[in-house]
């Protein structure tokens, strides 16, 4: 985040997530939208506001896992539904890109991804089924 914060101070980013990275794509968003209280950046010259605003996000052939788990058992709220929700407040859209003979992960892991960003959060999901595709898109 400190290198994209020098290189193009409070640009807009798209944040891309293949497979399992569909999930670390929406943490690091949330993260940029509201960075952990415990972030240290090398230089403290850098601040929040220089950190890139999020444009959207695309995740390919993703996993669902995470979205739908309310809390880890200490109260405490899973942290890729905390990004989700927190990037629906600011109206992030998605694309989401999945094949229909995918053989790694269920296609409709990826409905339950654009289901929860568009009916739950009420933002703008584009989605893309390339049919006979397997998981590489």
């Known amino acids: 985040m400190e290198l994209l914060s020098r290189l193009q101070p409070g640009a807009a980013m798209v944040a891309l997530g293949w497979s399992m990275g ?29 950190l890139p605003s999020v444009a959207g996000v695309i995740v390919l052939a993703s996993q669902a896992s995470g979205l739908l788990k309310i809390g880890n058992g200490r109260g405490r709220m899973n942290s890729v539904r905390a990004s989700l929700e927190l990037l629906g407040a600011c109206a992030t859209p998605l694309v989401c890109v ?5 053989t790694c992960i269920n296609p409709n892991q ?6 929860w960003w568009g009916k739950k959060l009420g ?9 006979g595709d397997d998981h590489g898109v």
Do not use: F, W
């Open 22 to 50: 569909g999930a670390a794509a929406i943490e690091g968003c949330g993260r940029i939208m509201q960075p952990c209280p415990s972030m240290e950046l090398a230089d403290s010259s850098v601040v929040a506001a220089d």
């Open 98 to 102: 999945v094949g229909t003979a995918d």
């Open 110 to 115: 990826t409905d339950l991804v654009a289901d």
């Open 123 to 131: 933002c703008n999901v584009t989605k893309i089924v390339e049919e």
